[in-house]
């Protein structure tokens, strides 16, 4: 049984990462952390965790968490690479699902997350978390950088016309709308509900945080640089992505729908949809399964692809333990083949 800590349990994925872990069969958890509400009940919290997460929230030291196999992070950026030294040096083995170690260039993080990095030393010896990409490594790590929600989706999405180098890599578009969970549990006036209810929109079109590591997730898949235009939208909705990418053919012979089929064919939650379907975000909701379709319009060069996903599961606490598994040498799909919750 892996003794499991998580830390910064208040929020949105933290609350996911209890809920899944508490249905994991190889999984205790053993610890949870968190300052605010010290000494209160998980489920005091997070009602629907009451009977199931009978935990009381703890400081988050290395005195709490020793006896821990493997402690989550679930934290807002810059507050894991303070921590996670310690826990290295100490044996226990870290997922972090925030990006304080998803980029490897210190002076990129540091321009896009605004102050400095604490641990630079562990960028490079961080594995980005995306299995179907980082399989291997993640298998032998014992630090994981989860992969982020947007950057999820769309490094699936270009996964294997990447991989083929079929593909004009050089002018890529991505569209993704998330759902309001994305941006956290705290008060924030744009994210009330008579704000985001009947209302859809874009943010971040002149920059995103998760740019950077989208471009550089796409350029460890295809061996070069790519050009990536991504704005993020953001849905009335509590949780879900949908992305849209759009991207030319260099290879018009390619039949994209048996490249993907191909592809994904062994992945456990990677779903390829018959030709000329439409993914909707309900279908994933509460699982771990990232579904795709491809279109090739009036079957020329332009090639769209459609990608939804969980934010809060495969775009956060669901990979999370997909990773845990990969790295206790447990079956990958272990506590995670939950379908999605319709309606």
């Known amino acids: 049984m892996i003794k499991v800590g998580v830390i910064g349990g208040t929020g949105y994925t933290g609350a996911e990462l209890l809920r899944l872990l508490a249905g994991h069969p190889d999984a205790e958890i053993a610890v949870v952390t968190s300052r605010r509400n010290l000494g209160e009940r998980v489920s005091d919290i997070y009602p629907n965790l009451r009977g199931v997460v009978d935990v009381t929230f703890v400081v988050p030291d290395l005195d709490n968490l020793s006896d821990c196999d493997v402690v989550f992070f679930a934290t807002p950026h810059g ?4 921590s996670v030294p310690e826990f290295l040096q100490a044996g226990i083995k870290v997922i972090d699902l925030s990006a304080d170690f998803r980029l490897r260039d210190q002076a990129v993080w540091e321009k896009w997350y605004g102050q400095p990095h604490k641990a630079p030393g562990l960028l490079g010896r961080a594995i980005y978390g995306l299995p179907e990409v980082n399989r291997e ?7 994981v950088a989860c ?3 947007y950057p999820t989706s769309i490094q699936l999405g270009l996964l294997p016309l990447l991989r ?7 002018d890529i578009i991505a569209n ?3 759902g309001v969970s994305g941006a956290g549990r705290q008060a ?3 994210n009330l509900l008579s704000e985001v209810s009947d209302s859809f929109k874009a943010y971040g079109a002149s920059g995103h945080r998760h740019q950077p590591e989208i471009e550089q997730g796409l350029e460890h898949i ?16 509590n949780r879900g992505i949908h992305t849209t990418i759009y991207a030319n053919l260099v290879d018009l012979s390619v039949d994209i729908q048996g490249l993907y089929e191909q592809h994904f064919k062994n992945e456990p939650f990677v779903d390829v949809l018959p030709a000329g379907s439409h993914p909707e975000t309900r279908t994933v909701r509460g699982s771990n399964y990232c579904r795709i379709a491809v279109h090739r319009p009036n079957n020329g060069r332009k090639v769209v692809i459609l990608v939804v996903e969980d934010n809060l599961t495969k775009g956060a606490s669901g990979q999370a333990i997909q990773c845990m598994n990969l790295m206790f040498d447990l079956p990958e799909t272990l506590g995670l083949m939950m379908p999605g919750l319709l309606p």
């Open 176 to 178: 993704s709308a998330s």
């Open 164 to 170: 083929q180098g079929c593909l004009d890599s050089s």
């Open 222 to 237: 295809a061996g070069h640089p790519v050009g990536l235009t991504f704005v993020p939208h953001l849905l009335p909705i």
């Open 79 to 82: 507050v894991a690479q303070s």
């Open 137 to 143: 490594a993640i298998i032998e790590a014992d630090l």
């Open 147 to 149: 992969a982020g929600c």
């Open 188 to 190: 924030n006036i744009a």
